[in-house]
């Protein structure tokens, strides 16, 4: 069982920056697609990232792109997310979640394992 537990979240005015990071309590995501969706207050849980944790590529949602950064770092087995440029419509329960077969999905059923989540509220 992976337990995942994300970090970072907070509030912070529009055009400003946030890192989101998610750590992985017992086993490592070698073989892994990591993800981050994220929900607001009465909507669906959308996709925002994925990454591959073995081969490093990624695959964003449009309305993040060119703003919104993943990586990973395999000595703290962690993955991040690192936010910039961040817009009020940004604000939502961020989640990480994994998936063990390796798919840089979109769906949400694609993953097995999810974090708590952690709230990001963009001021305007």
């Known amino acids: 069982q992976v337990q995942l537990v994300e970090s970072g979240g907070g509030l912070v005015q529009a055009g400003g920056s946030l890192r989101l990071s998610c750590a992985a309590s017992e086993r490592t995501f070698s073989n892994y697609a990591l993800g981050w969706f994220r929900q607001a207050p009465g909507k669906e849980r959308e996709f925002v990232a994925a990454?591959?944790?073995?081969?490093?590529?990624?695959y964003y949602a449009e309305s993040v792109k060119g703003r919104f950064a993943i990586s990973r770092d395999n000595a703290k087995n962690t993955v991040s997310l690192q936010m910039n440029s961040l817009k009020p419509e940004d604000t939502a329960v961020y989640y990480c979640?994994?998936?063990?077969?390796?798919?840089?999905?979109?769906?949400?059923?694609?993953?097995?394992?999810w974090g708590q989540g952690t709230q990001v509220t963009v001021s305007s």
């Open positions: 979640a994994a998936d063990p077969n390796g798919r840089l999905g979109r769906l949400p059923v694609n993953y097995v394992y």
């Open positions: 990454i591959n944790y073995r081969y490093g590529s990624t």
